[in-house]
């Protein structure tokens, strides 16, 4: 099991930008694949970014597609966003998961083992 830290979170104007963290601990940080995945009020769960153990394998849904950037420093056991042109449909909890693959970018919540607590993403307009 991996115990998972978001942070970085807030609030930001449409056009802004924020880097969200996520700090790992507990099983090797460089066993896993690793996500962001995001959920507005009302909303379900969605997949927005995920790196390969390494990182050299990416996969970004369609709306993050050009604007986020995921990326992890297995040395600091930490997974990045970096998250530009924010619009207001943005606006959600940001959680960092851990997969069951290691070298496989799942998108669905299932095959995610470790979650964190989220951390509150609010993008006015």
């Known amino acids: 099991q991996v115990q998972l830290v978001e942070s970085g979170g807030g609030l930001v104007q449409a056009g802004g930008s924020l880097r969200l963290s996520c700090t790992a601990s507990?099983?090797?940080?460089?066993?896993?694949?690793m996500a962001w995945f995001r959920q507005a009020p009302g909303k379900e769960r969605e997949f927005v970014a995920g790196a390969s153990w390494s990182g050299a394998i990416t996969a970004y849904a369609d709306s993050a597609k050009g604007r986020f950037t995921i990326s992890r420093d297995n040395t600091k056991n930490t997974l990045f966003l970096q998250m530009h042109d924010l619009t207001a449909e943005d606006t959600a909890v940001y959680y960092c998961a851990a997969s069951k693959y290691r070298n496989y970018v799942a998108q669905k919540s299932p095959d995610y083992d470790d979650w964190g607590r989220g951390t509150q993403v609010t993008v006015s307009s």
């Open positions: 507990g099983r090797r940080f460089d066993d896993s694949a």
